[in-house]
């Protein structure tokens, strides 16, 4: 009985040793494949706030710009389209929307917002249609300049992303409020 003691300390270490290093083989064999389908840094990079520099967009321009693979619309509007836009009567929209509601308050000539057609997802061409806006190419939706629909099969108006006004000048957008937007 003596014996067995020692011997099945030794073998239950060998059980035990064994399980381990057959544990750490695994996981160093595993890891590779985990750590692939982890996103890459362009990825997690793309999902970041995005700066745009109002500064060189003129009156009435609108510039395309790429935020988490999404297209969005940055256009300034002229002293002409706010004063137009404000006009429009509620009961002429498919999707009723005041002007205040497209714009933030002390940047009413910016206009900021996702840049595919609420009917089908097709991009709208820029100042087109009979709305001094967007006209979609592929089922005749028109969007007004600060992207309410107005005419065709789309059922909603252009939306607006997350976006926050950091100088005059300055635009972030996937941050509202200064609070980054997950």
Same mark, same amino acid.
């Given at each position: ?6 011997? =099945?300390?030794? !073998? ?12 750490? =083989? ?12 982890? *996103? #890459? ?9 995005? #700066?745009? #520099?109002?500064? *060189? ?17 940055? &256009? ?12 429009? *009567? ?11 509601? &497209? ?5 009413? &000539? ?37 992207? !309410?629909? !107005? &005419? ?8 607006? *992303? ?11 957008? =996937? ?8």
């Amino acid at each position: 009985m003596a014996d067995e003691g020692p011997q =099945g300390t030794k !073998r239950d270490f060998l059980f035990l040793a064994t399980g381990a290093g057959l544990a750490v =083989g695994t996981a160093a064999v595993a890891w590779p494949f985990v750590a692939s389908m982890a *996103p #890459d840094a362009a990825t997690v990079a793309a999902g970041a706030p995005l #700066d745009v #520099d109002l500064t *060189p967009i003129q009156d009435g321009q609108i510039v395309n710009v790429f935020w988490r693979g999404k297209l969005i619309f940055v &256009r300034k509007l002229t002293e002409k389209e706010v004063t137009d836009m404000k006009a429009v *009567p509620l009961s002429e929209m498919i999707d009723p929307a005041a002007f205040d509601t &497209r714009v933030k308050a002390g940047h009413e &000539r910016w206009l900021i917002a996702y840049g595919n057609c609420t009917h089908l997802g097709c991009v709208p061409i820029g100042h087109s249609g009979n709305y001094e806006g967007w006209a979609c190419p592929c089922h005749g939706s028109q969007f007004d300049a600060v992207g !309410r629909v !107005r &005419r065709g099969p789309a059922p909603t108006n252009l939306p607006i *992303p997350p976006y926050a006004f950091e100088t005059d000048t300055k635009l972030k957008i =996937g941050e509202e409020g200064g609070k980054a937007v997950a």
